[in-house]
């Protein structure tokens, strides 16, 4: 905006210049040895004039793409910090839009509209304040048709504003449907419903193409309607400024200076309105992604509360089997309107394995949640070897954390590079040493190139039994004093959740376990079961004693054994 402002400066000084030129030759009589001087300075400015310009643009697009990098970072890391808890409710495309094609279109915004914004009122501002010292009549022209060109804008633009907005709520909805698609493409074939949805892109793709060009009739719109005010309050300028030299009130270089420097009064205001659908599409963007970036994370104690080093937690190689204590925990979703867990608490001894049993929706993987650091407790404390979990730092903390979810997450990568993510530095033979004890070797052993074979989305290569033993060698890689098994076996054959039940019992050894069991077969092994119900532990006890008493958990257990649950 400065080099566009000092741009603007220049112009003024040539388009005086010029007309001393032209003043000197034609009326004066003056050849070219005379106003070679003039005509050397001319020269001059319009070479600094053609450097600003070229630097206006240079340090726009550069400030464009550092905002965009420093934007996805912030997003990226905003995401992280939110975790499963917000991403879970958004759908995953329009998130992957935002960050891709929302802060993308940011970068017209930046280079285009705000410097053409700013450099309204600049420039505008100084050309009046020029043609003032020039001819001051001629400003008269200016302090009527400016501010009818800004009320045109003003009018013509609030309605571009909304259709740009509706347009980019189209498109991240357009891109979450595509990609919803793209993940259910094999339900659709099995049902036969792809013919169907297809019909349905295509009339989506039509809708925006119609939203799209209406925000290019309506940008059309402006730009014409600016076009001939700005020309009519040129011509006018042009009339009453030859009036005056004609009649001698005027002295020549003067009118021709004001006459140079008319139309360059409405230049900015035109360029304004030709970035206006730029600017209303990024902003539409902004809006969007500051929504994210602004959503309130849960933060690991209040601001100044002091953290505990991973040192006073031991380390991946010199492990302190923890003690875990939940103490009258609460927790709900949704802002409070969804009680996942309320007055919940629960002893881990340092060592020993605990399930957490119940039905669906009990509050078992809550529990977990807040563990893993994904949410934080509304009420009560957790209580790791006696010391808050929320005065620990997060990273320190996970670094003695191993998780197993129900259903492992694997990258489009190797089989080394998805295993290495519990441990970068691992060596090949450490590698090959956890995927035998997670059972994992011989399968990885046959796939074409090994360990270097890359697994497609989401591990499309494998079964839902090998995908868990990956997930079991990253524990095992990983080698951490606490585990989290998340309904570690669920969805799996008979054959698999034998072969994996194994792999787990070797995982656990000497370590302090927290199993959520949707089958029961691996609580039966655990030192205590706990069963959930409505967010608080109503029975605790080992399998047999349990099973002793005529309570909840014989039914539950009955109805398992029964295969009803």
Same mark, same amino acid.
């Given at each position: ?44 400015? $319009? ?10 643009? $240079? ?13 996805? +970072? ?37 280079? +285009?509209?705000?410097?053409?914004? =700013? ?94 060009? /209406? ?36 002295? =020549? ?14 230049? #900015? ?46 380390? #991946? ?31 881990? #001894? ?24 994904? %949410? ?10 006696? +010391? ?8 320190? $903390? ?9 259903? #492992? ?7 080394? /590079?998805?295993? &290495? ?10 590698? /090959? ?9 011989? =399968?990885?052993?046959?796939?074409? +190139?090994?360990?270097?074979t890359r697994l497609g989305e989401q591990g499309v290569r494998l079964s839902g039994g090998q995908r868990q033993r990956i997930a079991i060698a990253r524990a095992f890689l990983k080698d951490a004093p606490f585990l989290i098994l998340d309904e570690a076996t669920a969805y799996l054959d008979r054959e698999n959740e034998a072969l994996i039940h194994e792999a787990l019992q070797r995982l656990m050894r000497q370590r302090t376990v927290l199993i959520i069991a949707h089958r029961l077969k691996l ?5 205590? %079961? ?21 309570? &909840? ?13």
């Open positions: 905006m400065g080099a566009g402002f000092i741009a603007a400066g220049v112009l003024a000084g040539q388009a005086w210049l010029l007309s001393l030129v032209v003043g000197r030759v034609f009326l004066g009589g003056d050849g070219l040895p005379a106003v070679a001087p003039l005509i050397g300075w001319m020269a001059a400015l $319009w070479l600094v004039r053609a450097v600003c310009l070229g630097l206006k643009d $240079w340090l726009a697009q550069r400030a464009a793409n550092q905002v965009k990098l420093n934007l996805r +970072q912030a997003l990226v890391a905003q995401l992280v910090r939110l975790g499963p808890a917000y991403t879970q409710n958004e759908r995953s495309g329009e998130l992957a839009s935002s960050l891709v094609e929302g802060v993308e279109k940011l970068d017209d915004y930046i280079t +285009q509209y705000l410097p053409a914004r =700013f450099l309204a009122f600049l420039e505008t501002g100084f050309i009046f304040l020029a043609v003032l010292l020039i001819d001051p009549w001629t400003t008269l022209i200016f302090l009527v048709a400016g501010p009818f060109l800004v009320l045109l804008l003003a009018l013509i633009g609030g309605q571009a504003k909304a259709i740009t907005e509706r347009r980019f709520l189209e498109l991240s909805w357009m891109s979450a449907f595509f990609l919803d698609i793209l993940q259910g493409l094999a339900t659709l074939k099995m049902f036969g419903r792809s013919r169907e949805q297809a019909e349905n892109i295509r009339e989506i793709s039509s809708h925006y193409g119609s939203t799209t060009m /209406e925000v290019l009739r309506t940008a059309f719109q402006t730009s014409l309607v600016m076009e001939w005010a700005a020309t009519a309050a040129t011509a006018l300028a042009a009339l009453e400024i030859s009036l005056r030299i004609m009649n001698g009130s005027l002295a =020549f270089e003067r009118g021709l200076a004001a006459l140079l420097l008319t139309p360059e009064f409405f230049l #900015p205001l035109r360029q304004m309105a030709l970035k206006y659908h730029s600017g209303t599409g990024g902003r539409a963007a902004a809006d969007r992604i500051f929504a994210i970036l602004e959503h309130p994370s849960t933060t690991p104690g209040p601001p100044g509360t002091p953290r505990m080093p991973a040192t006073d937690l031991g380390s #991946p190689g010199t492990p302190r089997v923890p003690e875990i204590h939940f103490e009258n925990v609460s927790f709900a979703y949704a802002g409070g309107q969804r009680p996942a867990l309320e007055g919940f608490s629960l002893e881990i #001894p340092a060592g020993r394995s605990v399930a957490l049993v119940g039905a669906t929706g009990a509050g078992k993987s809550t529990a977990a949640s807040l563990l893993l650091r994904f %949410i934080e407790p509304s009420g009560g404390q957790i209580l790791i070897d006696g +010391q808050p979990l929320e005065r620990m730092e997060r990273a320190a $903390w996970l670094e003695q954390v191993g998780w197993i979810p129900q259903r #492992p997450y694997l990258f489009h990568g190797t089989v080394a /590079e998805n295993l &290495r993510l519990a441990r970068p530095g691992a060596s090949q033979p450490e590698l /090959e040493a956890a995927a035998r004890a997670a059972s994992a070797a011989e =399968f990885i052993e046959r796939l074409p +190139q090994g360990y270097a609580a039966y092994q655990a030192d205590q %079961i706990a069963l959930v119900e409505a967010g608080r532990v109503v029975e605790i006890g080992r399998h047999g004693d349990l099973l002793a008493h005529s309570g &909840r958990y014989q039914q539950l257990a009955a109805a398992y054994e029964r295969g009803a649950w």
